[in-house]
């Protein structure tokens, strides 16, 4: 079965600093691949999602995320981060046919002004 | 009313009460899903709904009862919880039950068991 694994539960970076979360994921078959933003209060939004095509990819609030199949990693950057973006950051993985969409435990990003 | 909402927001029980969580989606999708989140534990999926037909159960307790009378509606019953049931309750929704599509989620409803 997939498995998604982030390293790092919580980071403080500050604002303007550049930032990645990590994510690894565990599967036979090449995975869909999320990455999930919550902020407090809130439900998950999605920010990014990778199914094939180019490894690296954009997404919402100048977040990218680039799949390395090597590493079996699916890792998020974003190269100045803003106050606004702390919240907690979840990577996900799914397969074509699978219900059974598999979360990480989240990595919790705090900013320093 | 856009995306998906869920009612109410917080919940506050004892072990002996029966309550519903209640969801709505008013995106045209054809899936639905219960998850709980907990702290320091990934998300976990509960139950997962394709066109009003149950398709998954993750070995829920039989505590916790899905119902899904439409497309657009999910319920999930509670009655005799633990206190280790309190958690956050998210729904989800989307186009199909396939991984190729994201999941849309609502803002969840915080339940507390006394």
């Known amino acids: 079965a997939q498995s998604v694994t982030q390293p790092d539960i919580h980071i403080t970076v500050s604002e303007g600093a550049s930032l990645e979360l990590r994510c690894n994921y565990s599967?036979?078959?090449?995975?869909?691949l999320f990455w999930y933003v919550q902020s407090p209060g809130q439900g998950l939004q999605l920010l990014l999602k990778?199914?094939?095509?180019?490894?690296l990819v954009q997404g919402i609030k100048g977040f990218e995320a680039e799949f390395k199949r090597s590493q079996s990693s699916f890792n998020l950057r974003k190269p100045s981060v803003h106050w606004s973006d702390a919240a907690e950051y979840f990577c996900?993985?799914?397969?074509?046919?699978?219900?059974?969409?598999?979360f990480g435990a989240g990595t919790r990003l705090t900013v320093k002004p | 009313e856009t995306g998906v909402t869920q009612t109410p927001r917080h919940l506050v029980m004892g072990m002996t009460n029966k309550k519903s969580l209640k969801c709505e989606q008013h995106?045209?999708?054809?899936?639905m899903y219960w998850y709980k989140q907990s702290a320091k534990k990934p998300l976990e999926l509960m139950f997962v709904?394709?066109?009003?037909?149950?398709?998954e159960n993750n070995s829920v307790p039989s505590r916790f009862s899905p119902e899904c009378p439409n497309s657009s509606h999910l319920f999930l019953h509670l009655h005799t919880l633990q206190p280790e049931d309190s958690a956050l309750y998210l729904c989800?929704?989307?186009?199909?039950?396939?991984?190729?599509?994201?999941?849309?989620f609502g803002p969840g409803t915080r339940l507390t068991v006394l």
């Open positions: 989800a929704s989307s186009p199909q039950t396939s991984g190729s599509y994201e999941q849309f």
């Open positions: 990778y199914f094939s095509g180019d490894t």
């Open positions: 995106l045209g999708h054809n899936a």
């Open positions: 996900a993985v799914a397969t074509y046919n699978n219900n059974d969409m598999r």
């Open positions: 599967y036979g078959a090449t995975p869909y």
């Open positions: 709904y394709s066109l009003e037909e149950r398709v």
